[in-house]
């Protein structure tokens, strides 16, 4: 059973992916990191030695500290961020019992850093990075589903530039942002694969609500409803979204809390009926 400064794998597990997911900070040392160089879902790494220069940014934050075994790094770690007013708990089991539980682990190699995370690549010990990617005008499905994923799953810092189709690459090159869901680019669409599929396939992602919410955004994406008949509804609703927002970015934001719910309701709620009366 968890100490009152843990939280167990279970526990954790029911947070991660969804709005009130804590922040996650690795703290394994080099060596352990490089025996798995895969972190927990939107975690970032960071030295345990500097532990106390994320106090400021994350005071009255809720936080989670993992290591190689949930023993002395997080533990201390956390104690550390503790008497810093930080909201922070220790993952008991760390890294090896999120692993052996068969939860979602992310490619950290596969993480296109706009400026890359590493022991040598720091401001006084604490790491600025964040992940910058570009994309086309007016997102529809794929334009919206893909931040969302990047941000609950990958890195919750993660930036999103939307311009026209013909100044993606352009801007990619000159600004060192990430391009993706465009032709002939790396993070798009493959075969009759979308952009969203691409993602869980590279960053190593396969819960089963991940890939059933998968299908719902490629039956919407390529107009194939006969994969699930919540690609109808994916559609609709992203299309009004498009209708009441201008402004992509705004559009985005509300489109978070869209894919919340379809995430929530393929892990939680997929068998729950209703009607009227009840």
């Known amino acids: 059973m968890a100490s009152p400064v843990q939280i167990s794998v279970a526990q954790l597990n029911r947070l991660v992916g969804t709005p009130g997911s804590p922040i996650l900070i690795d703290v394994r040392i080099d060596e352990d990191f490089t025996d798995d160089p895969r972190i927990l879902p939107a975690a970032i790494r960071h030295p345990h030695q500097t532990i106390d220069t994320l106090i400021p940014e994350y005071r009255e934050k809720s936080v989670v500290v993992y290591c190689q075994k949930g023993l002395k790094l997080s533990s201390g770690a956390a104690a550390i961020l503790r008497a810093g007013g930080v909201n922070a708990e220790s993952l008991e089991g760390g890294h090896f019992a999120w692993r052996d539980a068969d939860n979602d682990l992310t490619n950290y190699s596969k993480i296109p850093w706009a400026t890359p995370q590493s022991t040598s690549d720091t401001n006084n010990g604490h790491y600025t990075a964040s992940s910058l990617w570009v994309t086309r005008l007016r997102p529809k499905i794929d334009r919206i589903a893909c931040p969302w994923l990047i ?5 919750r810092n993660a930036r999103f530039l939307y311009v026209a189709s013909a100044d993606v690459k352009p801007v990619a090159e000159k600004f060192n942002a990430t391009p993706f869901d465009i032709e002939d680019t790396f993070w798009s669409h493959r075969g009759d694969q979308c952009t969203f599929d691409t993602m ?12 059933q919410l998968a299908t719902i955004v490629r039956g919407a994406d390529t107009d194939n409803h006969s994969l699930a008949p919540e690609s109808s509804g994916l559609l609709a609703a992203s299309l009004g979204l498009s209708r009441m927002y201008s402004d992509d970015l705004q559009q985005l934001d509300a489109g978070m809390l869209l894919y919340d719910a379809f995430y929530r309701w393929a892990r939680d709620a997929t068998t729950e009926k209703h009607n009227w009366p009840s």
């Open 200 to 211: 869980l396939h590279e960053f190593g992602l396969t819960s089963p609500a991940l890939k």
């Open 151 to 155: 941000r609950r799953f990958i890195d």
